[in-house]
C-alpha cells in the first residue's frame, strides 16, 4: 500500500515561516501531480498549492507570493514553504498525490494532515 507522511507543522507567530514536507511511502512506481490542501474549523477543504510531474505550479490567489510549492523525485516528497505567515492561514494542511503503484494501479491519496496555527 501507500501512505503519505506530513511533518514539519506547529505554532508560528504573524510574519513568521514553516516548511512541511510530504513523504510518499510505500510500493510506488510514479508519482503524478502533488498537492496541498487545507482545512480550517468549519470550512470547507480547499487547494492551497499544486505541482506537476513537469513542475509546474498553481496556487490559490491568498498565498501566491508567499507560498512555495516543490518536490524531490529522488525521495518521492513534496515541500510547502510557507512565509510571512498570517492568522488566517491557521488550519490543518493536507498532502495530497496521484500515484501509480507497482502493480499498476492507479489511485488517489490523502496524509493524515498536519496543524499550522499562526498566533502571537
Do not use: H
Not at 2 to 7: A, H, N, P
Not at 55 to 65: C, E, F, L, Q, W
Not at 89 to 117: E, P
Amino acid at each position: 500500500q501507500v501512505q503519505l507522511v506530513e511533518s514539519g507543522g506547529g505554532l508560528v507567530q504573524p510574519g513568521g515561516q514553516l516548511r512541511l514536507s510530504c513523504a510518499a511511502k510505500g510500493s510506488i512506481f510514479s508519482i503524478y501531480t502533488m498537492a496541498w490542501y487545507r482545512q480550517a474549523p468549519g470550512k470547507q477543504r480547499d487547494l492551497v498549492a499544486q505541482i506537476t510531474m513537469s513542475g509546474a505550479t498553481n496556487y490559490a490567489d491568498s498565498v501566491k507570493g508567499r507560498f512555495t510549492i516543490s518536490r524531490d523525485d529522488t525521495k518521492n516528497t513534496a515541500y510547502l514553504q510557507m512565509n510571512s505567515l498570517k492568522p488566517e492561514d491557521t488550519a490543518v494542511y493536507y498532502c495530497n498525490a496521484d500515484i501509480m503503484r507497482l502493480n499498476n494501479d492507479y489511485s488517489n491519496y490523502w496524509g493524515q494532515g498536519t496543524q499550522v496555527t499562526v498566533s502571537s
